[in-house]
């Protein structure tokens, strides 16, 4: 199985759910990228996945033209579309599919505040992309 993880930034949403779909699936091919790749991956969901045992302080921010020649079984956006445009990806892909989640990056508050958000952000896509995953 081929899966590619889209969103803007590519340094929150995207990142965790390719952390969580390479955990649970080691044998398939996942990858995460964005329109606008961020510089890097967010700390706090480097942290809020470590909390979970998926480490991705070796993951970086990537842009979806490294993948467009790819052939993808599922190609996934994860953008809330009523906070962003989500990318529309041109390349080859079996199915596409929208999952939207809010940017935890884009949460107010103070730090620990934010990683309450993360966390429940990082639980919703957890729980999300399993579900999606049982049903292939």
């Known amino acids: 199985m081929n899966i590619l993880v889209l969103c803007t930034g590519n340094s929150c949403r995207s990142q ?22 961020a510089k890097e ?5 480097i942290k809020v996945m470590g909390q979970k045992q998926i480490d ?6 990537k842009g979806v033209e490294l ?3 790819d052939p993808w079984d599922q190609v996934i956006t994860v ?7 989500c ?12 999952l939207g989640f809010e940017d935890p990056a884009l949460l107010p508050g103070t ?12 639980d919703q896509i ?9 049903r292939l």
């Open 111 to 122: 730090l620990e505040e934010r990683i309450r958000g993360f966390e429940q952000i990082r």
């Open 67 to 69: 993948f467009l020649a």
């Open 126 to 134: 957890e729980t999300t992309f399993w579900n999606w995953s049982q």
């Open 56 to 61: 991705l302080t070796s993951h970086h921010p």
């Open 87 to 98: 990318p529309h990806f041109t390349g080859l892909t079996k199915t596409r599919l929208h």
């Open 41 to 45: 991956v967010h700390p706090l969901a």
């Open 16 to 37: 965790m759910a390719e952390g969580f779909l390479r955990h649970w699936f080691p044998h398939w091919r996942v990858e995460s990228a964005g329109t606008h790749p």
């Open 79 to 85: 953008c809330d579309g009523a906070k962003e445009v």
